[in-house]
């Protein structure tokens, strides 16, 4: 039996998600919530005291310093991850960094050459593809339980009034809905149908420049994926998943699906999948496994599976003229 590494984890960046994910962190064994930095030594240690964290920096470089972490969480805004991550992995760190792992596929690759030459582990944390109802889900389509699969709706839409100067809408952070939501979308018709044939795609802009909504219709050879992100409607946040033989129905907030339905024109099954803590616990348990391991990579979320991922947000964007300030 694998003898699972205790991993000393270290927070880069203590705000809203970081907050949730140490929640988590605490919850799984051989992970030991151990270290936060913060650009400001009272944030670092407001979050230090509330969850439990052994040591609080004042700066992200002090706590890449400390010798005694093993893996760093990064909880930053989107124009930052690259910056964070491969300094992470240039000081040795493991790093499991927020959604999407960079801005765009060059920044993408210039991460996963850090991990590779530093030979450390990398994984985007698409937290969803760890979860057990979207595990499960993944399987019954392979034993074909509503026959051929060909069309996929899914949504993440939230109704929001954002700050202007908030994450969401600030251009220089790389706010929007695509690359905060849309990125779950995009994800789920992946992992069902794989690489698309075609993209096509629309968005309506705030007048930041941020995306309020954008939608995309992903093509396969035999079968269609329907895809939106918003943040100015409310969205029951079920996905669907549709075949010849019927359909399934992925409960509400799909992408922390508790359970879900089989449904077809004779009945309809429902199945429940309770989650360990927020849902975070399986993508650390992942981390923990693959390091334990000697892995650079998650077999299950792969850097390959980074790579098309932004190669189809990079062409969402590319069609709706959607650039960040720091791509020039
Ligand atoms: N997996 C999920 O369920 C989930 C949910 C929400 C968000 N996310 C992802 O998590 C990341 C962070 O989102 P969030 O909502 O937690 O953001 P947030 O609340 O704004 O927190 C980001 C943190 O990053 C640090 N930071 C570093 N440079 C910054 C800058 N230039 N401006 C603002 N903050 C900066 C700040 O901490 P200090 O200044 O104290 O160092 C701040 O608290 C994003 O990639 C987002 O897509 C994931």
Same mark, same amino acid.
């Given at each position: 039996m694998l003898e699972k590494k205790k991993l000393n984890w270290g927070i880069l960046g203590p705000g809203k998600i970081s907050k949730k994910f140490a929640q988590d962190v605490n919850l799984v064994d051989n992970a030991v919530l151990y270290a936060v930095g913060s650009r400001s030594e009272e944030r670092a240690k407001k979050f230090a005291q509330a969850y439990?964290? *052994?040591k609080a920096y004042g700066s992200y470089e002090d706590l890449l310093n400390d010798p005694d972490v093993d893996i760093i969480y990064i909880g930053t805004p989107h124009n930052s991850h690259k910056q964070y991550a491969i300094a992470a992995m240039n000081a040795g760190k493991h790093v499991l960094c927020e959604k999407p792992l960079g801005l765009n596929l060059d920044e993408v690759k210039e991460m996963i050459d850090a991990s590779k030459s530093n030979q450390v582990f990398l994984m985007e944390a698409l937290w969803s593809r760890f979860n057990p109802t979207i595990v499960e889900v993944l399987g019954k389509l392979k034993e074909g339980v509503?026959? *051929?699969?060909n069309y996929v709706n899914?949504?993440?839409s939230v109704y929001r009034d954002f700050p202007v100067e908030g994450r969401m809408l600030n251009m220089d952070l790389a706010g929007g809905s695509l690359l905060d939501m849309g990125i779950y979308p995009v994800f789920l018709a992946y992992l069902v149908f794989g690489y698309p044939e075609q993209i096509l795609a629309a968005s309506r802009f705030h007048e930041t420049g941020a995306d309020m909504q954008t939608a995309a219709i992903l093509k396969y050879k035999h079968g269609i994926a329907n895809l939106l992100s918003g943040f100015s409607s409310q &969205?029951?946040?079920v996905a669907k998943i549709h075949g010849t033989q019927g359909r399934i129905l992925l409960n509400r907030r799909w992408h922390q699906a508790d359970g879900y339905k089989i449904v077809n024109d004779q009945d309809e099954t429902s199945f429940q999948l309770p989650i360990k803590g927020i849902g975070y616990t399986y993508e650390i348990e992942e981390c923990i496994d693959c390091i334990s391991r000697g892995l650079i990579e998650s077999p299950?979320? &792969?850097h390959q599976n980074s790579v098309d991922l932004i190669k189809?947000?990079?062409e969402i964007r590319k069609q709706v003229g959607l650039k960040y300030p720091s791509e020039g």
């Open positions: 439990h964290v *052994e509503i026959g *051929e699969v899914v949504d993440f &969205s029951d946040m299950k979320w &792969s189809i947000m990079d």
